[in-house]
């Protein structure tokens, strides 16, 4: 009788996990539609090959840089590790995580991420977390930059946090249900629809321009990491006109850079030598480049690059085959794309109601 009974219960549980795992999965949002940013994170992990860069950051870096062309042009293998306003203590600990997995020739942070160093909205959080492997590098990231209403229980059980999202769902949640489509190219985000650079408001004065202890802390940590692992460390400003990247600010990460001895790349002050046109080459105004915008400014990355420790892999033909895979997948996502905003004069993906 005992062992009927500690059967049945073992059948119980096993049922009961396996309606909430399914319930769960159904729940927690799939980033299939038209916010695809939540998917970007998780997408590194599918990515069968090493990568002598690797970028980091917010959608300054994902918005505005191609491993595709850095790949086609000049060889360079890279992925970015982008995630809508990531902080920067996120990107120390996907670093982090990402050392565990491979030893890059040099890894780029872009600085804009320095201006914040707490969230504001849970959302981007779970951007950043949700497609994010479990380990002490997720747990500590969690732990550090989680909001005073978030709780790591609800990321262990993302069920808890999504529980009450039946009247949210839609078709997608159905869809993708078992499977998800790629979405970005190693991590860059494409966009081949053209808004023209307007004006943009006026740019206030801040109270203070010091950016936090704690920002500089992770910055070092960075830094620090990159040192012990013989891995060049790079600092970027991508060329976006707004929001505005202050003269202080400009001057804090140029003071920081000259004191370690760093490589510090700032595309606002080479706008004309990138040759970006923004009457075409952006797709939002001026705040982040299109896909030929984005082009433009890995041609500009490519040789700095090279020179920071990157090797043309070219020749490698295992490599070579990969990659040729991927430059197809890019191909035929800008032919669409361009073919939709030709006709509509807008991306389908991103159409929404008016």
């Known amino acids: ?21 399914g319930l769960q999965r159904l729940l927690v949002p799939k980033y299939m539609g038209l916010v695809t940013e939540g998917a970007f994170i998780g997408e590194y992990y599918q990515d069968p090959s090493e990568h002598d860069v690797i970028f980091l950051g917010d959608c300054e870096v994902y918005e505005n840089i191609s491993p595709i062309v850095l790949w086609r042009e000049y060889g360079v293998t890279s992925y970015i590790r982008g995630s809508a306003q990531q902080l920067v ?15 890059p020739k040099a890894v780029v942070f872009s600085v804009s991420a320095m201006q914040q160093y707490e969230q504001t909205n849970e959302t981007y959080n779970r ?4 497609g994010m492997r479990w380990s002490s590098s997720k747990w500590n990231a969690i732990r550090e930059t989680a909001m005073e209403e978030e709780h790591m229980i609800e990321y262990i059980f993302p069920l808890l946090r999504f529980h009450s999202r039946w009247n949210q769902l839609e078709p997608d949640d159905f869809t993708y249900y078992f499977r998800r489509n790629k979405v970005t190219h190693n991590g860059y985000y494409m966009r081949a629809d053209v808004r023209p650079a307007g004006d943009f408001p006026t740019t206030r004065r801040l109270a203070d321009y010091s950016f936090d202890d704690r ?7 960075m ?4 040192e012990a692992n013989g891995i060049t460390f790079i600092l970027m400003k991508a060329p976006s006109l707004y929001p505005a990247w202050h003269d202080q600010w400009e001057e804090q990460i140029v003071s920081y850079a000259e004191e370690h001895g760093l490589t510090y790349i700032n595309c606002i002050d080479a706008i004309d030598e990138i040759g970006i046109d923004f009457s ?9 480049m299109n896909v030929y915008g984005a082009e433009k400014v890995s041609r500009y990355l490519g040789p700095l690059l090279l020179e920071a420790g990157a090797e043309d892999r070219r020749a490698d033909s295992g490599l070579s085959a990969v990659w040729q895979e991927k430059e197809l997948y890019y191909d035929s996502m800008k032919a669409q794309q361009e073919g939709e905003f030709a006709q509509f004069g807008y991306l389908k993906q991103f159409k929404t109601e008016e």
């Open 215 to 221: 920002a500089w802390d992770y910055l070092e940590r």
């Open 223 to 226: 830094r620090g990491l990159c």
């Open 127 to 130: 951007m950043t977390f949700d």
């Open 89 to 103: 203590a996120q990107s120390y600990y996907l670093l982090e995580e990402t050392l565990k997995r491979e030893t």
């Open 280 to 288: 075409q080459d952006t797709y939002d105004g001026g705040l982040h």
């Open 1 to 21: 009788m005992r062992k009927r009974s500690l059967v049945t219960l073992l059948i119980l549980v096993l049922a009961s996990v396996i309606v909430l795992s």
